[in-house]
């Protein structure tokens, strides 16, 4: 018999899941902004890498006080928190006066980033049904690749405008004309308006309320982390979320415009559009089946696709092959097809579940906190891996980390579909 999911649960896992819209803005707008930044204010590589990734400094301190502060706080408040923030960095962004101003705003829009990418999967979660708690949880990644496509959009739309407005210095504004990139980082402002408001219609986690009657600090969840399974969690949980970044997820989300400039394609936003497109149906698709299929079987035919994708593209870079540009636009697609399918889905969906309901928050943050430093540092490594290890050379990197990270999912990380939180708490007891 086919177990029912209440309309009001669906409610509460989207309304937490627009967060994800946020994320997906926040960190994709930047691809379209970072020629015309590094021009007006005549940024170095160094310079260029600092812009792209002075957000993610910003991501690493907000994942460092999320889990603790959502323990405390709540999990509703916790999202208000990164709901403003956003909305303060949209805007400052939209009217700096300077490049200094510039990466404050952002570094400040990265801290709302950190915050909602720990709070919102875990909030999901536990409001979740065992059942489909893979589905709900991935909403959030859905989201995530909807705000991605938005913000490609809204660059690919701009820029256009500030096309045919160049003609003519008196039409537009200098934030969708000579300065557009202020729009694209402004237009945020609008579906976080939406994220705003609609918190304050749902209520705080069960699972929270129910941890908070029984503890009033944190100092328990600091002590629990001493516990030998708990601990191996931790560091499993980890090592997924840096090694999955270093697979060439966010590489092609910061600097896709720029490999496909490099590839030789006359419109790279537009074709960033289509990554933006696949990304986000693949996601339907893995919503879908991730509680049917499991988690570790997307893993292995996603990954499987991604390493062979990666192969083919660093093969187009190569001097001596001469491929057309069809070749690598279609194993470009395939792969983020797979990526979609199998690690982006996954890696929110199992660390928002993997860790025991005492220790969840707080073990969110420390596998947050190494998500985001494996995003800074590909943040500031791409540009420097694309000139000194070439393309081809930084897409066979790409491919040989995804070994590792097969290694543990196999080694380690438990089969969680359709277990209950309190079950899977169980498998890690073995450590101890």
């Known amino acids: 018999m086919t177990q029912k999911v209440s309309a009001k649960v669906v409610f509460i896992a989207i309304v937490a899941a627009l967060g994800g819209i946020l994320f997906g803005y926040d960190t994709a707008v930047i691809s379209g902004t970072t020629e015309i930044v590094k021009t007006q204010f005549g940024l170095s590589t160094g310079g260029e890498g600092w812009y792209v990734g002075c957000a993610l400094i910003g991501s690493i301190a907000g994942v460092l006080i999320a889990g603790m502060l959502s323990d405390f706080l709540g999990r509703k408040k916790t999202m208000l928190i990164s709901a403003l923030l956003f909305s303060v960095s949209a805007i400052g962004c939209a009217v700096c006066g300077n490049f200094t101003q510039l990466v404050i705003y952002r570094i400040i829009g990265g801290f ?7 709070v919102s999967p875990v909030y ?88 908070r009657g029984q503890r009033q600090d944190n100092s328990e969840a600091w002590k629990a982390m001493r516990e030998k399974g708990i601990l191996v969690a931790v560091l499993v ?6 090694l999955g970044q270093f697979m060439g997820v966010n590489a092609v ?7 496909f400039a490099d590839a030789g394609f006359e419109d790279p936003l537009f074709s960033t559009v289509l990554v933006g497109v696949v990304n986000m149906l693949t ?13 570790k079987q997307l893993v292995w035919w996603g990954v499987g696709g991604m390493i062979v994708c990666l192969l083919m593209i660093g093969l187009y870079f ?8 069809w070749f690598m636009l279609t194993f470009f697609l395939l792969y983020v097809f797979c990526t979609a399918i199998s690690i982006s889905a996954v890696v929110f969906v199992l660390l928002s579940e993997m860790y ?4 969840r928050g707080l073990a969110m943050s420390i596998a947050g906190l ?23 050379g930084t897409f066979f990197l790409f491919a040989f980390m995804c070994l590792p990270y097969l290694w543990i999912m196999y080694k380690y990380v438990p089969d969680t579909t359709g277990k209950t939180l309190e079950e899977i708490e169980q498998y890690w007891k073995k450590y101890d």
């Open 112 to 118: 709302g980033i950190g915050i909602v990418s720990i």
């Open 124 to 211: 999901i979660s536990e409001v979740s049904p065992a059942h489909v708690r893979g589905t709900m949880v991935s909403l959030y990644q859905l989201f995530i690749t909807i705000g991605f496509l938005l913000a490609y959009l809204m660059n690919f739309l701009i820029l256009k405008q500030a096309a045919l407005d160049s003609a003519d210095p008196q039409l537009g504004t200098r934030m969708f004309n000579n300065e557009y990139w202020r729009g694209m980082l402004g237009c945020e402002a609008i579906p976080d308006l939406l994220f705003l408001l609609l918190i304050f219609f749902i209520p705080e986690s069960p699972r929270w309320l129910e941890v």
């Open 237 to 242: 949980g980890s090592a997924i979320a840096i």
């Open 253 to 259: 989300l910061y600097y896709g415009p720029k490999i």
């Open 283 to 295: 996601t339907v698709i893995a919503l879908a089946i991730i509680d049917k299929v499991g988690r």
């Open 318 to 325: 190569l001097p001596f092959t001469h491929l057309p540009n």
């Open 356 to 359: 025991p309901n005492r220790v």
């Open 370 to 392: 190494a998500l985001w430093v494996g995003t800074y540092l590909i943040g500031q490594l791409t540009p420097w891996m694309l000139e000194n290890l070439t393309p081809a």
